[in-house]
């Protein structure tokens, strides 16, 4: 794929989404309020640097303890589950039921057991960055090839041996996937844990109570700068994990290899 396919084309529409936003506020004469200017947003952002940087620190740190915590805990789970049939079958039909409970519901328990502020927010992040990791990688170790896995029995492989040259990598590109839904969704849950557990404290506000504070002010270019803000710890985690999915399936699978060629 060429330098062209990969960055000029999306500058080009970038440049395009641009004109065609001031436009619209020239053309139907759109105030402020609704849809600021780019350059108001870049204005208010600055003048809210400090309040705005504080809370991205708050939110990183609440998303990094959520998302490497689920990670740990949820491929714990998949191996767990992976390797006896019994324990898949007696509580996988219960992680179901916890992933269909929603987090609205399940927060406020939350916030009385860990309390206002960071303990919370990041339980929070953990549960909604949890299930997708171990659905999916529960699914890639159960999916593993039957006649390798008899190849490994001819040879005598016991269980680790099994789940470490075989089922692992296997069940690399289901992890993987599920690790790019949990890191899109990792901001979500930091944000919706500041609104309903963060600090109001300047020092512990993260960038959801900072959203709720310019909203309740009345700051809608700031409210704006917030947002891109927000999805720029978003961005900073997929690419993340499209980094280490890349170094760890360039070479060998297809969806890399096809990109490859193409």
């Known amino acids: 794929m060429s330098i062209w396919t990969r960055i000029g084309w999306p500058l080009v529409f970038g440049l395009l989404l641009l004109a065609g936003w001031y436009g619209a506020i020239t053309l139907f004469e759109i105030p402020e309020y609704q849809l600021p200017p780019l350059h108001r947003i870049v204005q208010a952002g600055y003048e809210e640097r400090e309040m ?11 998303c ?4 490497f915590t689920s990670i740990a805990g949820g491929v714990m789970l998949s191996i767990m589950l992976a390797s006896s049939e019994r324990a898949y079958r007696g509580a996988y039909p219960y992680i179901l039921l916890m992933k269909m409970t929603p987090i609205i ?8 057991w ?10 929070i992040t953990f549960l909604i960055c949890f299930f997708p990791i171990v659905a999916n990688t529960t699914m890639g170790l159960r999916s593993t090839d039957s006649n390798h896995l008899d190849l490994f029995a001819v040879y005598k492989a016991n269980r680790w041996q099994q789940l470490l040259w ?10 993987m996937t599920g690790l790019k839904i949990a890191a899109a969704l990792t901001p ?10 963060g600090m109001g404290a300047s020092n512990e506000a993260g960038l959801g109570f900072v959203v709720m504070i310019f909203n309740s002010q009345f700051k809608i270019p700031a409210l704006f700068a ?3 803000v927000s999805c720029a710890i978003g961005f900073l985690f997929v690419g993340m994990v499209n980094l280490v999915s890349w170094l760890a399936l360039r070479r060998w699978h297809e969806s890399y290899l096809i990109d490859h060629h193409a």
């Open 64 to 67: 990094l303890i959520g998302f």
């Open 114 to 123: 860990a309390g206002q502020g960071l303990a919370s927010i990041t339980v």
């Open 166 to 175: 075989l089922r692992a990598p296997a069940a690399m590109p289901y992890f």
């Open 105 to 112: 519901v399940i927060a406020p328990i939350i916030i009385i």
């Open 188 to 197: 979500i849950g930091a944000l919706y844990g500041d609104t309903v557990a």
């Open 52 to 62: 705005l940087m504080a809370g991205s620190i708050q939110t990183t740190m609440a």
């Open 226 to 228: 917030a947002a891109i």
